[in-house]
């Protein structure tokens, strides 16, 4: 259907990656939204109204910025993503924008979320203010505890937050919980965080984010003459911020991606999240996709000092990008990650945010030439980072 060698396919998978592995009580809603999600994202009533919140609400296009002493500091042309300019701070609402508007025109009047750290309780949170409508989230009873500010951002913006209190009370626990709300009530919609769940979440969310790439392209050509740059770079979690970026690049071999995962205190420690790196092949959030496993199959619980790449697994296009080579995966430590904050924060006057620094990170690990063009995504911005941050600076 697609020219695009690395798109989804009709049921759902990229290469050997993706799917729909779903209860059978569940399959009815998400035919409902595979049947529909296309022809809305094509319909002229959906670019108009997702382009005009994506102006005037959450603050697009965002800046593509030149930054000059990290380019010097590297001897190349670094180019950064302004997501961090985004209303809420950070990439994700440019989804639940997008899925917002799906759910209105699908007629769905409820809105069911799971949030591990919370910022996807609160970006869905916000949109359901926008849009008037119910917001439930889930949430682990142990993160509940652990992001109290994220947990109060989602109250104030009027939203319910029920916690989980089965298992270890953490992502996993919340999404089960969601699953079997959405079960027993249909007409909600299901607003998911990443490209990660059964087909077609992995495609809606990958194409609600590729405005991304869009723009890089039309700001580069405006900048260089050339839409395309040598690399573009960043940080992996569940993959939205990075399959955004990617998009409109995937098959333009020459433009290299490189995805960094965050490797926490060492890929070999035992607190990682590094999951192509360590992981294998198996079945997490409805899809087949590499994850973290034990011998036995359990999933193995994720560590990052960043709680938005604190995930055990990766949605299925990264596992086919990965397994293809058509983007280079590199990891980086929470410290590496500590280190390259301080010197954006330092040498530019930007605070990213812990996430984004990991792909910062990664500029320490690859060869640039003088005459690259390199674009980080930086994906969000630092303030809900401050009380790491600070840990940081007072031990300098
Ligand atoms: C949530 C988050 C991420 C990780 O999620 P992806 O789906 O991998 O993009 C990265 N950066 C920021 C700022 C985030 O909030």
């Given at each position: 259907m697609s020219k695009n060698k690395y798109a989804v396919n009709e049921r759902g998978y990229y290469g050997r990656f993706g799917g729909a592995y779903i209860p059978e009580l569940l399959r009815a809603n998400v035919d409902e939204l595979r049947e529909n999600y296309l022809k809305i994202i094509n319909s002229e009533q959906f670019k108009k109204d997702y382009k005009r919140l994506l102006d005037n609400y959450v603050g697009r296009p965002t800046p593509l910025t030149k930054v000059g002493n990290l380019s010097k500091r590297y001897g190349t042309n670094i180019y950064l993503k302004r997501e961090d300019l985004t209303h809420t701070g950070a990439h994700k609402i440019n989804n639940t924008i997008g899925q917002i508007l799906i759910a209105k025109y699908m007629g769905k009047n409820r809105i069911i979320a799971e949030t591990g750290a919370g910022q996807h309780g609160?970006?869905?949170a916000t949109v359901c203010a926008l849009f008037g409508l119910e917001c439930i989230v889930y949430m682990g009873a142990l993160d509940i505890e652990r992001q109290a500010p994220n947990v109060a951002r989602m109250k104030m913006l009027g939203a319910k937050v029920v916690p989980a209190i089965s298992g270890n009370?953490?992502?996993?626990?919340?999404?089960?919980?969601?699953?079997?709300?959405?079960?027993?009530?249909?007409?909600?919609?299901?607003?998911?965080?990443?490209?990660?769940?059964?087909?077609?979440y992995p495609d809606m969310v990958t194409r609600l984010q590729s405005i991304i790439s869009k723009e890089i392209r039309e700001q580069l050509t405006i900048e260089t003459g050339n839409p395309n740059p040598d690399y573009v770079i960043a940080c992996v979690g569940g993959g939205s911020n990075a399959a955004g970026a990617f998009y409109h690049y995937l098959d333009e071999?020459?433009?290299?991606?490189?995805?960094?995962?965050?490797?926490?205190?060492?890929?070999?420690?035992?607190?990682?999240?590094?999951?192509?790196?360590?992981?294998?092949?198996g079945f997490i959030h409805g899809s087949k996709t590499m994850l973290m496993q034990d011998e036995d199959g359990q999933i193995t619980e994720p560590y990052s000092i960043s709680a938005g790449l604190d995930y055990p697994g990766v949605?299925?296009?990264?596992?086919?990008?990965?397994?293809?080579?058509?983007?280079?995966?590199?990891?980086?430590?929470?410290?590496?990650?500590?280190?390259?904050?301080?010197?954006?924060?330092?040498?530019?006057?930007?605070?990213?945010?812990?996430?984004?620094?990991?792909?910062?990170?990664a500029l320490e690990q690859i060869r640039f030439d003088k005459d690259d063009v390199v674009v980080v995504n930086l994906s969000g911005r630092g303030d809900k980072d401050m009380e790491t941050y600070m840990k940081e600076i007072n031990n300098l």
């Open positions: 609160v970006a869905t009370q953490t992502l996993k626990d919340a999404t089960n919980e969601a699953i079997r709300d959405w079960i027993a009530n249909p007409n909600s919609f299901y607003l998911i965080g990443s490209v990660v769940g059964p087909h077609p071999e020459d433009v290299k991606l490189v995805a960094v995962e965050a490797s926490g205190l060492g890929v070999n420690s035992g607190e990682t999240a590094a999951t192509i790196t360590i992981g294998d092949v949605g299925p296009l990264h596992a086919h990008l990965a397994e293809t080579g058509r983007a280079q995966f590199l990891s980086v430590t929470d410290q590496e990650a500590l280190d390259a904050a301080m010197i954006l924060a330092q040498s530019e006057g930007i605070i990213p945010a812990l996430e984004s620094a990991h792909a910062l990170a």
